[in-house]
T-cell receptor
Framework: QVQLVQSGAEVKRPGASVMVSCKASGYSFTGYFIHWVRQAPGQGLEWMGR????????IHARHFQGRVTMTRDTSISTAYMELTRLRSDDTAIYYCARDTGGIYDSTLDYWGQGTLFTVSS | QSVLTQPPSVSAAPGQKVTISCSGS????????VSWYQQLPGTAPKLLIYDTDKRPSGIPDRFSGSKSGTSATLGITGLQTGDEADYYC???????????FGGGTKLAVL
């Protein structure tokens, strides 16, 4: 069965960086985009960007330009999202999700369990 | 401020029908497919509707999706207390070259 398993919760200081991993199983990892979506406490969903695991191409939301890097390691079917220069308002649950839609589409059919990271001094 | 506009909350009685709207523009809903997600408290979102009006395997036909112009609608019939959740719409925005989400709608089944 399709599964996306994310790394565990983290606590970081403002200004630090954090990397979240998302290990895929049960399907061909290179066949589907992986998106990253975050949700601040009590807030809605916010799209961060996506990566094409086949060739590594990425698209990021403008809000995160310059601070987010999305990569993948096809040998272990894992996607990574690194966020730098952390601020307190980056405290959120971060999700990875598989996309079965096309290039101009968003059909997020499987989601990871979420990774909470807290930014606090 | 979300690119897609949803009502913050809706409510209806068990067994009744409710609709949730998602308003966008010609660069997003007006030209691209819409998806809907259900998020139960403390859990990851779950895909309910994709390609505007299609249901994934396992989603009951009580859930439906439609679109007219730059607005999309999620319909839920035969409401159950288990339907109490937050609901989000999303689509691709061709001007932003980005996925955009609605702000979410909290459904109360009273």
């Amino acid at each position: 069965q399709v599964q996306l398993v994310q790394s565990g919760a983290e606590v970081k200081r403002p200004g630090a960086s954090v990397m979240v991993s998302c290990k895929a199983s049960g399907y061909s990892f290179t066949g589907y985009f992986i998106h990253w979506v975050r949700q601040a406490p009590g807030q809605g969903l916010e799209w961060m960007g996506r990566i094409n695991p086949n060739n590594g191409d990425t698209i990021h939301a403008r809000h995160f330009q310059g601070r987010v890097t999305m990569t993948r390691d096809t040998s272990i079917s894992t996607a990574y999202m690194e966020l730098t220069r952390l601020r307190s308002d980056d405290t959120a649950i971060y999700y990875c999700a598989r996309d079965t839609g096309g290039i101009y589409d968003s059909t997020l059919d499987y989601w990871g369990q979420g990774t909470l990271f807290t930014v606090s001094s | 401020q979300s690119v897609l506009t949803q009502p913050p909350s809706v409510s209806a009685a068990p067994g009744q029908k409710v609709t949730i709207s998602c308003s966008g523009s010609s660069s997003n809903i007006g030209k691209n497919y819409v998806s809907w997600y259900q998020q139960l408290p403390g859990t990851a979102p779950k895909l309910l509707i994709y390609d505007t009006d299609k249901r994934p395997s396992g989603i009951p036909d009580r859930f439906s999706g439609s679109k007219s112009g730059t607005s999309a609608t999620l319909g839920i019939t035969g409401l159950q207390t288990g339907d109490e959740a937050d609901y989000y719409c999303d689509t691709w925005d061709s001007s932003l070259s980005a996925v955009v989400f609605g702000g979410g709608t909290k459904l109360a089944v009273l």
